[in-house]
């Protein structure tokens, strides 16, 4: 019942910049936690920024200071920008949204990092 889409991977060089959006749609809830998440190839799927309802955010400590994430004015969406990308957070992204016991992601959009 609740869809997530998300936009804006590509390929860049080091050191360069992205932002991804993530757009929900269905049956959606305020209080509500959204988040990206990646996961590489080999490695288990990892934190990379939640955003609660009330604005809070968490961040892995690989991507602080380089990641923004932020909801935008339209219900239910949520952006990553991506600074000073290193070949090391080449991955797929995912959205992630939280509401109590529920959780539904995105189908994931490839970010790749490399000169």
């Known amino acids: 019942q609740v869809r997530l889409v998300e936009s804006g991977g590509g390929l860049v060089q080091p050191g360069g910049s992205l932002r991804l959006s993530c757009v929900a749609s269905g049956t959606i809830f305020s209080g509500n936690t959204m988040g990206w998440y990646r996961q590489a190839p080999g490695k288990e799927r990892e934190l990379v920024a939640t955003?609660?309802?009330?604005?809070?955010?968490n961040y892995a400590d690989s991507v602080k200071g380089r990641f923004t994430i932020s909801r935008g004015n339209a219900k239910n969406t949520v952006y990553l920008q991506m600074n000073a990308l290193k070949p090391e957070d080449t991955a797929v992204y995912y959205c992630?949204?939280?509401?109590?016991?529920?959780?539904?992601w995105g189908q994931g959009t490839q970010v790749t990092v490399s000169s």
């Open positions: 992630k949204l939280e509401y109590r016991l529920y959780r539904h």
């Open positions: 955003i609660t309802s009330g604005g809070s955010t």
